[in-house]
């Protein structure tokens, strides 16, 4: 997955929530993480449909946001935050 360095910061610094969709057509769910701050709720990135169960998708969104907050922004290049991997 591809994130700007700017939504990376905010994963790491803000109050943000894992969610998951309403199911597609096929039966698949997206990942979502949103801002949850006091008048900030806002989306900040969501995947596609290839999640079979909600509860899949909202894991891989939690084990995302660990994975940006373990990051060391000072020490890393905006390409290997921008190509910041689950």
């Excluded at 790491?12 to 900030?40: H, M, R, T």
Aim: glycine fraction near 2%; aromatic fraction near 10%.
């Amino acid at each position: 997955m591809r994130v700007s360095v700017l939504t990376a910061f905010q994963i790491k610094n803000k109050n943000v929530d894992c969610q998951a969709s309403i199911p597609n057509k096929d039966n698949k769910y997206a990942g979502w993480i949103v801002l949850d701050e006091p008048n900030e709720w806002m989306p900040l990135l969501n995947t596609e449909y290839i999640y079979d169960s909600p509860k899949e998708a909202i894991r891989a969104m939690e084990k995302f946001v660990e994975t940006i907050r373990t990051m060391d922004f000072d020490s890393k290049h905006e390409t290997d935050l921008v190509n910041a991997a689950f």
